[in-house]
């Protein structure tokens, strides 16, 4: 994957110029931007996502107020945030670049517009922002905010990220060299290990929700985006939202087509091989043309072998099918095991690092006892001291 297929965005500050300090009025557009209304933004909303399945309960009634106002570019939401254009939205919500006022940096938000705000979508927004928000890994993005509009609509700041998706690679270019593949989204399973073990399960992984961007050196670093219908451990023992079939017909796991709320972290297996199989071979492993055909072939049907597509080896191949094997007991175990044998294939075909430069032998084949480290007391909460919080 070659750096120039990340291209540049404009910066949104290089085009919306403003002057902010407290007590000042705003110099940029905005619309809804009086000092008053911003002070009021300020104390709106606690900002703290309810708990969890609270709203499933609740009648799917929305408050009249929201019909109000769609956002618009130039919008400012909880006094500092300023819209600037929508760079992404499907299924929920849309995601915005903003200007993050009084830090004086580009932020994304992802937002519920009014037209699509029901509780259990709101609910779904918060439990995103809380699930990614406990994440710190290069390859996932970076979780800064949550609060809620005027009209309470709730939203997520996050990092705002420069590069394309894997989905428009993909739509560019139809299928990318094996090698390069692996390399390339080695990083994305060591980001999944890293979430599996904070207790989260992604349950959504496509190219859509994987972002290439560029380092300062130019190496290549995929971010795990989307966090959506993530099941995390502590507080979702019981949490299956109704009448949804979650995830994405072409990615989703025979236990998540049969059972969603059974799913553990063998499910992200299976996403991440779907997506190193579409990635490589330009084609997902059960492309059908009908939804029903699709899950009927994730449930009874075998994926055509990539070495048949004439994509890598049969080496390769026996690491993927074991990654789509139906029976998740036959599967890898968890994303540990099945980096670390897509890291010796690599070394195997002469490679040393992932695609973000990372070596691969200290990522994946050293025991833990052997790295050199600085002892470092962590600050972090206890799960019990969690459990209080929520
Ligand atoms: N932090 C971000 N920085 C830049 N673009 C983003 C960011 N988050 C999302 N996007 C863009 O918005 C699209 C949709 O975001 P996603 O979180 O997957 O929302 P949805 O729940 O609607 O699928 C992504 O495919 C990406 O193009
Ligand atoms: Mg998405």
């Given at each position: 994957m070659s750096t120039e297929e990340v291209h540049a965005r404009a910066s949104f500050s290089e085009t919306v110029s403003l002057s902010y300090s407290e007590g000042s009025t705003f110099a940029?557009?905005?619309?809804?931007?009086s000092l008053a209304s911003m002070r009021r933004g300020l104390t709106e909303g606690s900002g703290v996502p309810t708990?969890?399945?609270?709203?499933?309960?609740?009648?799917?009634?929305?408050?009249?107020?929201?019909?109000?106002h769609e956002p618009q570019p130039g919008d400012v939401i909880s006094g500092k945030y300023q819209l600037g254009e929508i760079i992404g939205g499907g299924g929920m919500g849309s995601v915005w670049m903003a200007y993050n006022i009084p830090l004086g940096i580009d932020v994304a938000i992802k937002l519920l517009p009014p037209r699509h705000f029901t509780h259990r979508a709101a609910d779904r927004l918060a439990r995103e922002a809380r699930a990614a928000a406990r994440l710190s890994h290069p390859s996932i993005v970076r979780v800064l905010d949550f609060g809620r509009t005027r009209e309470n609509v709730p939203y997520v700041a996050m990092e705002l990220l420069d590069g394309v998706s894997l989905a428009q690679v993909l739509d560019r270019s139809s299928a990318v060299d094996p090698i390069v593949t692996v390399q390339t989204l080695l990083p994305v399973i060591d980001a999944l290990r890293a979430a599996h073990a904070a207790g989260?399960?992604?349950?959504d992984l496509k190219p859509a929700n994987i972002m290439l961007t560029t380092d300062h050196l130019g190496f290549t670093v995929p971010k795990v985006l989307d966090f959506g219908i993530a099941k995390v451990k502590e507080i979702d023992t019981s949490y299956t939202p109704i009448g949804t079939l979650l995830g994405s017909a072409e990615y989703m796991s025979p236990e998540q087509v049969q059972a969603?709320?059974?799913?553990?972290e063998r499910t992200d297996v299976w996403g991440a091989t779907a997506v190193l199989y579409e990635t490589m071979?330009?084609?997902?492993?059960?492309?059908?043309?009908h939804y029903h055909e699709v899950i009927r072939a994730i449930l009874s049907e075998e994926p055509t072998p990539t070495v048949a597509l004439d994509v890598g080896d049969d080496a390769l191949w026996t690491i993927l099918a074991r990654g789509l094997a139906k029976d998740r007991e036959a599967r890898w175990p968890d994303m540990h095991a099945f980096g670390e044998a897509l890291a010796r294939w690599l070394i195997d075909h002469g490679e040393e690092v992932d695609s973000t430069g990372g070596s691969l032998a200290a990522r994946?084949?050293?025991?833990?006892?052997?790295r050199l480290s600085f002892p470092v007391e962590s600050r972090r909460r206890t799960d019990s001291e969690d459990d209080t919080y929520y």
């Open positions: 940029g557009p905005c619309p809804s931007g708990e969890p399945g609270a709203d499933r309960a609740a009648p799917e009634r929305v408050p009249s107020s929201l019909h109000a989260v399960v992604h349950r969603a709320s059974s799913v553990d071979s330009g084609r997902t492993p059960f492309e059908r043309q994946w084949l050293r025991p833990a006892p052997q």
